[in-house]
């Protein structure tokens, strides 16, 4: 019954394609006064290519149903938290400080606020004991850092803000803690991949649905391209925009290389990633990416591949002008002295600096101290000092900085530890090495952005998430001797249940 499916859907495919070239072919003579060699060729490749992607993404969407039908109610509540996050209003400290709620305000809050409701009722009605995960691995010294941030509004610059801000990050630690203990399989925890990476497509596709309806998603006259593309509802600048293009360019390139079925559909979201990416013109997600490429062949165990690239690196590049080129666009028609003072960070991150010298242990309050102390001598609509480290700092001192350094440290010695430990191709094995290259576009994109402190970075703790999930299983299969599954990872009486000891 299958492969008669198959053969009627190949037929279909197979007799849209001839009558697509049997209309081309009869339309030719018909379009040769009008248009130049070049337009005409350029005709008679677009439709069958428009064809191809139309076909692939039919494939894209069966694969995006299938996801669905396996999604829970954490899955809904994680879609609540990106949704809390669009911005679609930007408010400068004024604006903020004098009328700190309004509707969008209150949205933000709201959606926050439901998804705090479920993760109490799930507590008390279902006995979902989420506590033990939050205090304990990776996600523990996240969670650590989610105290020091509640706590540090006793001394905050901006008490209530730094309130809000901190319970707000405590949610969304909270939510992915309650997944955790309620998830019992690698397949499970691939949903949740899945559904993050879906989630931040979706996002990337309004980008391109606003560049279709507003002129100001283009702005022009910057970079060697002259164009720069930006979100504008929601609102995502064109450093969000080259993030989140990295992220799911270097997920469809470690699917790519891994697998078997739907590798089509990858290719395509591959390729759309990296157009996006370039059209961005963002310097950091592109030395991310670039960044994250060899470490994504190297734990993917490709190392022909890696050799492939540099050879074909060592060949054409001394051969061609393309690094003068990249270069060129690399430096987006900027001066020398702006593009060493990385688009003006330096002198942010300089009077940073020193106003962290004033209170090194305890920072000037978690979200609070970058914003209203530092950026608001620069710029009235800046929220961060765009650097996780720096806003450590000056947020919440040594004390802050502490628990999420070792929580970045602790998830790359893990990750890369535990490629020694699982099965090559299999599922943990492909998993893992996608997280390790969303892992280190956000290691990179770290230094810029405040991406691993911020509401609600659901790639980075999905990331942190598995890369624990992993720790303990290996460690509970050591101890029960049971060897590694290659499909669906671990025998289950390996896991712990509700109430034993981690």
């Not at 990858?266 to 060899?294: C, G, K, N």
């Not at 765009?386 to 040594?398: A, F, P």
Request: charge should be positive; hydrophobic fraction near 55%.
């Amino acid at each position: 019954m299958r492969l008669r499916v198959a053969f009627r859907h190949n037929n279909r495919v197979l007799g849209s394609a001839i009558a697509v070239a049997g209309l081309m072919g009869a339309g030719i003579p018909f379009v040769l006064g009008y248009l130049n060699p070049a337009a005409l060729v350029g005709l008679v490749t677009l439709i069958p290519a428009t064809l191809l992607f139309a076909l692939v993404v039919r494939a894209g969407m069966a694969r995006i149903r299938r996801l669905c039908s396996q999604l829970r109610w954490w899955h809904i509540s994680w879609l609540l938290l990106l949704l809390s996050s669009f911005v679609f209003r930007v408010r400068t400290f004024e604006s903020a400080t004098d009328m700190p709620v309004d509707f969008w305000a209150v949205y933000r809050a709201g959606l926050v606020g439901v998804v705090a409701f479920v993760l109490l009722a799930n507590e008390a009605l279902k006995g979902v004991h989420w506590t033990p995960y939050l205090l304990r691995g990776l996600l523990g010294l996240i969670g650590a850092y989610t105290l020091v941030a509640i706590v540090s509004t006793t001394w905050s610059v901006y008490p209530s803000w730094t309130l809000y801000k901190s319970l707000e990050y405590f949610v969304d630690v909270g939510l992915l803690a309650t997944i955790m203990a309620s998830i019992r399989s690698t397949k499970e925890f691939k949903v949740l991949l899945d559904w993050t990476w879906l989630l931040l497509g979706v996002t990337l596709c309004t980008v391109w649905i606003g560049i279709l309806i507003w002129p100001q998603a283009i702005t022009t006259g910057t970079g060697t391209l002259g164009i720069q593309i930006q979100g504008v509802f929601p609102a995502i600048s064109s450093n969000g925009v080259g993030e989140l293009a990295a992220l799911l360019a270097v997920v469809a390139f470690a699917r790519v290389m891994h697998s078997a079925q739907g590798r089509q559909w990858y290719v395509v979201l591959l390729l759309l990633a990296l157009v996006t990416l370039v059209l961005a013109q963002s310097r950091s997600p592109l030395t991310a990416f670039l960044v994250a490429v060899p470490l994504v062949l190297s734990a993917g165990r490709k190392i022909a591949g890696m050799a492939v690239v540099a050879l074909l690196l060592l060949v054409i590049l001394p051969l061609t002008s393309l690094p003068s080129l990249f270069w060129h666009y690399f430096l987006r028609n900027q001066s020398m002295d702006l593009f060493r003072s990385l688009s003006g960070r330096t002198e942010w991150w300089e009077l940073a600096l020193a106003t962290f010298r004033t209170q090194p242990i305890t920072g000037l309050g978690a979200y609070a101290g970058s914003q209203f102390g530092v950026m608001a001598a620069f710029t009235s609509d800046m929220s961060s000092v765009h650097s996780t480290w720096i806003e450590l700092l000056v947020d919440t001192g040594v004390l802050g900085l502490v628990p999420i350094a070792l929580a970045v440290l602790g998830a790359w010695m893990h990750a890369l530890g535990a490629l020694r430990h699982v099965s090559v191709g299999g599922l943990e094995h492909r998993l893992l090495v996608e997280v390790i290259g969303v892992l280190a576009v956000l290691s990179v994109r770290s230094v810029f952005t405040s991406v691993l402190i911020w509401h609600p970075s659901l790639q980075y703790l999905a990331a942190i998430a598995y890369i624990d999930f992993l720790r303990r299983q290996l460690r509970l299969n050591r101890k029960s001797r049971d060897p590694l599954l290659p499909q669906d990872g671990f025998a289950a009486k390996a896991y712990p249940k509700q109430g034993e000891s981690m």
